[in-house]
Every structure is written in C-alpha cells, then in structure tokens.
C-alpha cells in the first residue's frame, strides 16, 4: 500500500542522529497485514460495489453516445447544414458529459480515490498504532515498510516484525513466533543394518566368497589315428 507507506516511515524519523547505525531496526509488510484484516476485506468488498455501479453507468452513457453516432451516419446524407450542425453539437456534448463523469468517479482525487481513503484510513491507523506498540515492546528505533515506497533490495527475515504486529492485532499464527518445547529433547536411534555372515568388512573380518558354480572345460576331441 503506496499511501500507507507514510503512515509506516514517520517511524523511522524516531532516531535521526549519528548513533542511529546502532539502534535496533526491523521491518513490516504492511499489505500482508492489511490482507489479513477482516475489516480490511470489507472496505474492498465495498469499493468494488461501487466501482462495479459506476462502470456500468458509464457503460450505459457509452451506448447511448454509439448510438447518437450511428444514427448521425446513417441519416447524414439527408441532414441539412443546420441539422448536421445540431446533432454534431448534441454528440459533443454527450462526449464531454461522458468523459467528466468517468473523470469524477475514477479519475486522480476522485470518487473512488476518496472513498478509498475513507474506508482504508482507520485500517491503516489500526496498523499504524500496532507497529508503534510493537516498536516500543521491542525497543526499535526505526521500522521500514516493506510495502511502502521505499525500495528494500535486500530484507533479512530476522529482522522482520510482520508476525508481531499481527500478534498486536489479534491475527497473529499459532505457529510463529513461539518459543520451542521445553525439556528432554529426544534422538531417534537410526536403524541397524543387519549383518551378512558371509560379507568381509573394511576391517578385515573374514568372510566366505560367495558361491559360484564350477565351470566344466569342454572336452577336447580326440584325434583318430
């Protein structure tokens, strides 16, 4: 999540000092955590709602301005001047008409870039206020978005904290982030391998040579005399 990104990285002004190299860092995938919020899903669910009912409007205004031309072509042969002029200007007009609505409901700032941040913002502020307890309980002085607009080449997992903010939140896995079974680790003993009598090891220990059928010379012809 681009935009949120910001939210994640004003952590990282906490320590701006020469000293700051040695500070504890880590950092989150702030997407990945957003996915696993149910409220998360929700506000997506609604977005597309609305991007569905939008799309089809437009779709509704883009037939009715292909029809406006088909029949401008079809009948042009028999308008006059100041016809031809009025149906031109009744096409442009339901061009503009169509080009702002799309332009209002899905351009830059609009109806659905605002109601997206509408629902998402108190999604990220959840998220915001769990990497900041995080980095408190485990004492970091700066924490990176994986997610935000920061480039990372090179993250080292023992330094993710993607898994606590999730434990923060309540969405943590059972299975990570937990300590290891205590007490009596137990060996299992591999399996011997049983001995052939007759198989001479590398120690030496004699052994029989396996048997093998006596190979019969083929008699040799005698010459007659």
């Known amino acids: 999540m681009k935009n949120f990104g910001g939210l994640i990285l004003a952590l990282l002004l906490l320590v701006v000092a020469p000293e700051a190299q040695a500070q504890k860092f880590g950092w ?25 009912t939008w ?7 883009q037939k009715d301005l292909d029809k406006l031309h088909r029949n401008y072509q079809n009948e ?4 006059t001047e100041a016809m031809k002029k009025k149906r031109q200007d009744e096409i442009l007009l339901k061009e ?14 609009g109806q659905l870039f605002k109601k997206r941040q509408e629902l998402n913002k108190p999604v ?10 995080v980095a408190k309980k485990k004492t970091l002085a700066v924490v ?12 080292n997992p023992a330094h993710d904290y993607t898994e606590f903010v999730l434990e923060e939140l309540g969405l943590g896995a059972e299975d990570r982030n937990q300590p290891g079974p205590k007490g009596t ?6 399996p011997k391998t049983p001995v052939d009598p007759n198989f001479e090891s590398d120690s030496g220990t004699p052994e029989a040579a396996p048997a093998t059928k006596p190979q019969t010379k083929p008699a040799r012809p ?4």
């Open 28 to 52: 989150v995938d702030s997407e990945f955590i957003m996915a696993k919020m149910p409220e998360y899903a929700k506000a997506q669910q609604e977005l597309n709602l609305l991007s569905d």
């Open 55 to 61: 799309q089809k409007e437009i779709e509704s205004l």
């Open 76 to 79: 042009e042969v028999v308008l």
């Open 96 to 109: 503009q008409e169509l080009k702002a609505y799309r332009n209002k409901q899905f351009g830059y700032e």
């Open 124 to 133: 990220q502020d959840k998220v915001f206020e769990a990497v900041e307890k």
């Open 144 to 155: 990176f978005d994986k997610s935000g607009d920061l480039t990372m080449l090179y993250t």
């Open 185 to 190: 680790v137990k060996t299992v003993a591999p």
């Open 222 to 225: 005698t010459k007659k005399k």
